[in-house]
């Protein structure tokens, strides 16, 4: 990680310098404008693109290509509808380093870029394989796994899914509940089944790569809602909803990504009713919440006619562990489950039994209550580390956003940063348009960093912060 900040990027994974990226022969088979993506999307796979680099302008690739420039426009748009790039208005197009796109591989890149709460003192392989070994050895549970031929989540994993999102006012009953392909794929479910023809998803002008990825798949307008340092306003989404322009409202209660935050009970309660008196769906997306125990009560308990509850096993127990957790409201279940139904027909139950069992052996309380240990001693270092910069993410956060001291932009930070070898990811990552000032970049406190890399590459990122960025541009 010691390296200088004025060594070319080139010299890591075979990245191109700034702007000097060129695709290999696009396919003749396709529209070029679509083939320009595809080589994007090639080229970030087998790792000759990374997050943060930045492609050439629109100007300088058609003349590389020998096409026009509203061909490379598109070709760039298209890209950014996939989730690949994203652009600074004055700065260029860069590859995204959040959502979709893995880390470039090599020992001295340091993933801060990804979201992968940090896992404690806690061997979740062993605990894997001892629940494997058991199930093996139970043929009811073999029988259980593979028996999917009714369509329908096996009623213990149901079981098993209300018990463990149960806390507070919030006790869902088994027969609200589906299991899902993970939280991704019931933010897919829940969007493609609730938002009405001609209306927006409403959430905060920052919000999960997911929601706006999943949108952006399902081409649906998603609308930025004014927020503060409680979260979403209410005001501001009262005047969102006016006039039936909204037909969902998406909510981050806790630990909301990207910033880390935990919305009050008091506003939790007072955007339940903005949404209630606009007759909106809520789908609330809370894959970590279950890190925060005294978390308030979510909207979910608030306003259950209306709210759609998203949860996750993967970041909180194992990220292997691909089970989603679908509270569907009584009024919109039928859609819910064909939407799931539709996109992946069951949640594998081989990981619905090993969740089960996990729930009901206190398992899965232990792994929640070690990674909520190791989240906190990483988040005081974190604090400690950067303590002249405003950080919100409550103290259990496996995750943090840093905004910028001018005159850092994202794009430029992504690019220095990379340059000594840490990952991190750029506000414009989860920015809902480009109108939207995203000048932060969130860093993931992560379970494959060890606490010793993890102050190195933070003194590293506060380095760079303090020295500015090198005339003439990207650092």
Sequence with gaps: MARSRKESSTEQAGAPAAGAWRPRPLSGDRPTYQALADAIAADIAHGRLGPGDRLPTHRAL??????????????????????????????????????????????????????????????????????????????SALRTVIDTERGNDAPAHRQAAA??????????????????????????????????????????????????????????????????????????????????????????????????????????????EVCARAGVWVIEDDPLGALVADRPDPVAALLPERTCHVASAAKVLSLGLRVGLLTTPPAARARLVAAVRATAWLAAPLLGEVFARWVDEGTAARIV???????????????????????????QAPHLWLPLPEPWTAGQVVAAARQVGVLISPGDDYAVSRATSAHGVRIGLNAEVDDDRLRRALLDLVALLVAGPLPGGLS
């Design 62 to 139: 058609a003349r590389t290509l020998g096409v026009t420039v509203g061909t490379v426009a598109r070709g760039y748009a298209e890209a950014e509808r996939r989730g690949l790039v994203g652009g600074e208005v004055g700065r260029g197009t860069f590859i995204r380093s959040g959502f979709g796109v893995s880390p470039t591989a090599g020992d001295e890149l340091v993933d801060l870029a990804s979201l992968h709460p940090p896992a404690g003192k806690i061997d979740t392989i062993a605990l894997l394989s001892e629940t494997l070994n058991a199930v093996a050895a139970d043929p």
């Design 369 to 395: 209550a070690a990674r909520a240990a190791a989240a906190i001693e990483r988040r005081a270092l974190a604090a400690d580390l950067l303590s002249t910069y405003e950080i919100v993410a409550a103290p």
């Design 163 to 272: 018990d463990w999102l149960a806390h507070g006012a919030f006790r869902p009953d088994a027969d609200q509940l589906t299991l899902t392909a993970g939280g991704q794929h019931a933010l897919v479910a829940a969007l493609s089944a609730l938002v009405a023809p001609g209306t927006a998803v409403a959430t905060t002008a920052l919000t999960n790569p997911g929601l706006l990825a999943a949108a952006r798949q399902l081409r649906l307008p998603v609308v930025a809602v004014a927020a503060d340092g409680a979260g979403m306003t209410p005001d501001a989404l009262a005047d969102a909803c006016a006039g039936g322009a909204v037909s969902v409202v998406h909510l981050q209660s806790t630990l909301d990504n990207p910033t880390g935050r935990v919305v009050p009970a008091a506003r939790r309660a007072a955007l339940a």
